[in-house]
C-alpha cells in the first residue's frame, strides 16, 4: 500500500479532522503543508479545479475533504484507497 498525501495547511480545522480519522484509521500519511511548499498548491488546483484543503492523493486519485463531513469523508477515503 502506498502512502496517502494530505496537501494542507497549519490553521484548517477540516484538516485536522481528516488527519485525525486517517491516525485513528491507522493509515500512513505524508502531510504536504501548501504554506511550507507553496508549489504543491498547483498539484492541488490542478487536480481540484481550485485551491482546496484539505485535499488529499493516492496513486493518482484524489478527494477533499472540504466542509469536512466524517460520513462523506468515510466514503471518499475508501473510494480512494480501492
Same mark, same amino acid.
Given at each position: 500500500?502506498? !502512502? ?12 485536522? =479532522?481528516?488527519?485525525?480519522? /486517517? !491516525?485513528?484509521?491507522?493509515?500512513? +500519511?505524508?502531510?504536504?503543508? /501548501?504554506?511550507?511548499?507553496?508549489? =504543491?498548491?498547483?498539484?492541488?488546483? =490542478? ?20 466542509? +469536512?463531513?466524517?460520513? !462523506? +469523508? ?9
Amino acid at each position: 500500500m502506498g !502512502k496517502i498525501k494530505v496537501y494542507s495547511t497549519s490553521w484548517c480545522p477540516d484538516c485536522h =479532522a481528516a488527519k485525525r480519522v /486517517l !491516525k485513528e484509521k491507522g493509515l500512513d +500519511f505524508e502531510e504536504i503543508d /501548501l504554506e511550507e511548499h507553496p508549489e =504543491a498548491v498547483e498539484i492541488v488546483v =490542478a487536480s481540484r479545479g481550485k485551491r482546496v484543503v484539505p485535499t488529499l492523493e493516492y496513486n493518482g486519485k484524489y478527494i477533499d475533504g472540504n466542509h +469536512f463531513n466524517p460520513d !462523506k +469523508f468515510q466514503k471518499d477515503l475508501a473510494e480512494l484507497l480501492k
